[in-house]
Structure formats: C-alpha cells, structure tokens
C-alpha cells in the first residue's frame, strides 16, 4: 500500500468520522424539536450525505492502484473525470448501437447535415447542397477527389478568406506526415476536434471497464509525444499535425501521464523521448503506454537500451542529465519533481541488466496494455521483443482528413488483428472495389451494398469540407456487427509497388518479409524497405531489361532466444559494434533468394510475370546496423512529418533515399 493509499484511508476515516458527528447532533436536535423540520437540521442532514458520498469515494480510491506520480490533487480531478466519462459512455453506447442497426438511414442523415452546415459556402452552391436530398443524388452530382481538387480553396482559406468551404473559419490546420507524396494542408473543424477527443476517451474508457477491468483509473499511462515546430498560415491560424495539443489539453495530460507538463512542452525528440522514458520508469504502477503509433514506441524503446544507465542514474540521484539539451526554466522544473530513489534505481538496474526481451513487462509489473496504430508492421516486432506479453490497442481507426473512422473491436487481444466498426455521424463513406482502384472513373458502394471478404478503397465526406475523398486506404470487410460493416485496415494505395501493373501492396510484402525473417537463423527484423528499380542510379542494373524490386533489410541478433547469461556475457555490443556484422548473422546468399520464392507463392500476379521472365527478380540487400536510423533522420528533415505522426518509410519514393540506402549495404542478392 502507497503513502496516497493510506492517505485516502485517513481522509475517509476523518470525513466519516465528521459525517458521524453531525448525524448524532442532527439526531439530537430532532429529539429536542418533537421531530419537527427545522433549517439547522436539513442543512446538517445535507452535509451528512455529502461528506459520507466523500468518504466512501476516499475508501474507492484508497482500495485502487495509485501511480507513484500523482499528488492529492490530480488523484481527485483523475478520478472524478474518468468516471464522468464512464456515465457518458452509456449514452454513447446506446447511439452507437442505434447507427449499427441501420447504417444506412444513420449515413443520410450525417450527409443532410454536413450539406445544410455548408450549402451557403462557395463550395456548397458550386454542387447546389441545398437541393440534394439523398446520398444517391450527391453521388450524382459531386465527383470523386482528392487533394488537388481543394487545394486552391484551402489556400485562399489559410490567407484568411471566408466561407470558401466551410462556413465557420477552421480553429486549426493539420499538416499530414506526407506519407505517400507532399504533405497537404487540412482545415480541421471545430468539430472534428470534438469528435477526435470524444473518441479517445470512449475508446479508453471501453478498454479499460471492459477489457481490462483491473486496471485502476489512477494508474497514470506513459504518453510518447514532442511538441511539433510551431507553424501558422498566412492568416496567423495554427499549422501541425492533428496530434499538437493546445494548453488545455496538456494540463490534463500531465494529471494522466507521467510526463510532466514541462516535458510535454520539449521541441527536441531525443530530449523529449529521454524525458518521457525517465518520469515513466519512476513510477512501478504504470498502467499503459499511449504511443499513437507502434513506430513511435518501438523508437522510444531503442532509445531506453541505449541510455539506461543515464536514466537509472538520474532516478537514484534526483538529477536531470546534465547532457540533455534543456532550457534552464524547464530543468528547474523538472528537477522540482525528481526526488532520489535508490529503491527504484537499483529494482531498474537489476532488470535492465538482463537484457530488453520483454523488458517492459519487467520494469512495469502492472502494465495491461499498448495503445498505438501499428501502420507500418511494428507491432510484431514488438510482440516479440520489447513488449512481449503485453497486447496492443488501436482503440479507433482515424487519420489527419478525416476524424474518428471507426471503433476497434476486437480489445486488443494479443496477437489478434485490428477490427473496427463505423462512426456513421461525423463522416459518410463510399466504396470502391479494389479491382476498380486504378479506373479513370470508378464506380462506388454504399455502405449497406459492400460485402464481407471485398477490398475496398475507402472515401469520405466529412466535417472537415472534404466531399467523396479518396484520401488513399484501403480496407477489408471481414464481418458484420447487426448491419453495420466491420473492417481491417489493409495498406495506402499510395504505397503499392507496381513495376508491370502486378500492384503488389505493402500488406502482403509485409507479410513475405516477415515470414522469410522468420526462417533465417537467430536474428530479429530490425526495419525494411522497398524501392521500384527506376529509384536506382541509372535505373538500376543495365544488363537487366526487366523491372524488378530493389528490398533493404536490416536484422539484428534475437536476444530473445539467449540466456540471460549469454545476454550477461555480450555485454552492450550489438552487431554494429563487430567488425563483420555479415558473419556474425550467418545470412547466406540462399537465405536472401528466400524473398523471391515466397513472393512467388503468395502473389498469383507476381508469379505469373515472374514466370514469363516480364518482372526479374528482386534485388535483396542486407544493410548495416542503423541504416533505417539515417533513413529516419532524412525522411523527417525533409518531409512534413512530425516526430509524433512520423511512419517508417516502407516504399522508397525518390533516388535520394535509395541512394542513402544502398551506401549503407552488407550483403546482396543480384
């Protein structure tokens, strides 16, 4: 039991011990006015009932797990704002469960108001929304778009130009990560703010009465997130990713999160990882990890192998590293809020040296679970190193275009895939078959006309001022729930190789790497990429006509199959500290040609075009350790993309990037 435990005891006690007080002289002031009503006795009849609702939420808290970081305060602002979120989420539920039974009805009206909101813009009388009364009539009359279609609107709207496209000036600018191309520019409504923010606290708060029940609502989570560079449009409006929390919101983070405030507002990712990661690792009773992408996690994590020491020492001592790059009003105070804690340091120290296979487990007993968006394939590394045991949560499907997409179904069950169910009233959604993706005009499904088994490209109309938007997912309908579809995120349409039109997406290349790793001798996958062979200088190789895949890997020793002595006896040094990290792996020649025979037997297309010699085989490269860590390092120098919304480049998209790649090579199979 915690100093905060035993505290709430002591309240509880001393309240009901007043509450009882007042009750036995209310008692007696009743007895000696024959019963009758007077204002002394309602008023301290009142305060009995009030200070007894105290003390028995003061024993509810003191029965929890309390995080070693919360102060009195925070425990009682947490506690009361997690269970008013827990009442409102009966009323979501019931609305939820209403829009599943009839999508279709749901979908129209969402499409009524998002046109009656803006048919008095420009936009809105360029497509008469005043006169179309269904979703079959809009489909008619609007086409298809994507970004080019909006963005000289959007451009006027940021110079400070009104009712262009919404009818209300936009609170904000997103700026997406740029992915799959240049990065764009999304005016985010008021309410689509209000919409994402509902969404993540009915999402946690689904997880954490339903799924995971023991844990406690004061158990405070660690939070991964730096603060974007500040940016503004011509008109002084805000400009970043969707994920830039305004003040509001990190006062409340920092009751959540073990970050404290002045962490959250670090500019620098490596200061703000290392501080995230220390204040989190003082706190045993951490109960989860927000990390809004896996990439971001796993990131942080390397982060911690490398520099534990530092942070254990920092425990122990009650210091901010003196390396750290840090405004001296910042260290003050977060120096304010380390106290030294030997107890700690040495039960950190004890399990570090260890080694990392599973460390998260070890050093956060009562963590239940991760909640980030494995985009890019990292939740598999994850499971297997790193976070072993502990399942990872989406909670929802969203992204900078449009607000909350749909809700996760399946809780996060370790290993399980990520099923999501509509939000039918922010966004109406339309379908285009997969097979219809690349045609000049496609035609597209409502939501009660797709089926269960198809791959569809998904679009939307939102609360953002984007009309049948074909912002690049691709989605699969593996279920029902009553009548509404329930879908898996597949891959980005912008991500798709495509060297003879075989269109080879990024979630089945996914799973050919994984699967081929998996059969190579004691080694971890570390991070990949693919390039179409025109990336190349030259265009790749000249004595070869045909077109072909150009794939980097980097693996690293699985120190989950050692013991902890052979981990003990290795020290620190990773294959990048040997001088033939080539060896070391035991990777043959053999063991790259894997890549092309599985390829072949999971993709019909590829295989046909491999067999009539129309595609040559993959060129397989083995990069050094710390190869992606450069990539990174480019990509966000160079992109739009934020530290918060950054994703491993899984498709090389310019010659610079698979030139700074193959510089980096061990290994090939030409």
Known sequence: MSKLNILFMTFSVVTLGIATYLVSGMIGTIAGSNGKLTVQIVASGSVSIVLLLISAMFTHIASLRISTTHSVISTILVYLVMYAYQLKRIYTDKRLKQSWKNPRKFQERTLQKLLAENKDTEYGKRYDFGSTSSMALFRERHPLTT?????????????????????????????TSGSTGKGKVIPISKESDVTLFEGIMYSMAVLRKDVFPQRSVLQKGLLFYTEPTPRVTPDGTSLGPVSRMDADKKLFC????????????????????????????????????????????????????????????????????????????????????????????????????????????????????????????????????????????????????????????NQGQLGGSHRYAFLLTSTVYEFIPE???????????????????????????????????????????????????????????????????????????????????????????VDYACAENCMLDGGGDQNEVNPYYVIFIEVDRDTCDQSIAEVDSAGDHGIDEVDSPRELLDISKQHLGMVDEVLCKTSFTYNSFREKAEIAPPRVYLVKPGSFDKLNEFVMNNTTASHNQFKNPRKLRSPEMVGLMMRNTIECLE
């Open 147 to 175: 970004y080019e279609h909006y963005a000289g609107y959007i451009e006027r709207m940021t110079k400070g130009e009104c009712n262009v496209i919404l009818n209300r000036k936009p609170p904000r600018y997103g700026l």
């Open 254 to 409: 920092a009751m959540v999160y073990s970050p404290p405030l002045a962490s959250l507002n670090e500019t620098d990712p490596v200061v703000a990882t290392y501080l995230d990661l220390l204040f989190s690792l003082k706190d045993r009773n951490l109960g989860y990890v927000m990390g809004r992408l896996t990439t971001a996690v796993f990131s942080a994590l390397r982060h911690l192998e490398k520099d534990w020491r530092k942070m254990v020492y920092d425990i122990e001592h009650g210091t901010i590293n003196k390396e750290l790059k840090v405004s001296e009003d910042a260290r003050t105070a977060l120096e304010a809020t380390m106290v030294p804690d030997k107890r700690r340091a040495d039960e950190l120290r004890h399990e570090f040296e260890k080694g990392f296979c599973g460390i998260m487990r070890r050093v956060w007993p009562y963590m239940h679970y991760i909640v980030a968006v494995d985009a890019t394939g990292y939740g598999d590394i994850l499971a297997e190193g790193y976070a072993k045991g502990i399942p990872i949560y989406s909670g929802f499907y969203s992204s900078t275009e449009l607000p909350i997409i749909g809700y996760e179904l």
């Open 435 to 525: 097979e219809d993706m690349f045609v000049q005009e496609p035609e597209t499904l409502f939501i009660d006309e797709i089926e269960v088994g198809k791959v569809y490209e998904l679009v939307g109309s939102c609360v953002n001022g984007l009309y049948r938007f074909r912002f690049g997912d691709v989605i699969k309908v593996v279920d029902f729930l009553d009548n509404c579809p329930v879908i898996e995120f597949q891959y980005r349409s912008g991500l798709v190789l495509n060297v003879r039109a075989e269109k080879m997406d990024s979630a089945t290349l996914h799973n050919v790497i994984t699967k081929v790793i998996s059969h190579w001798p004691k080694v971890t996958l």
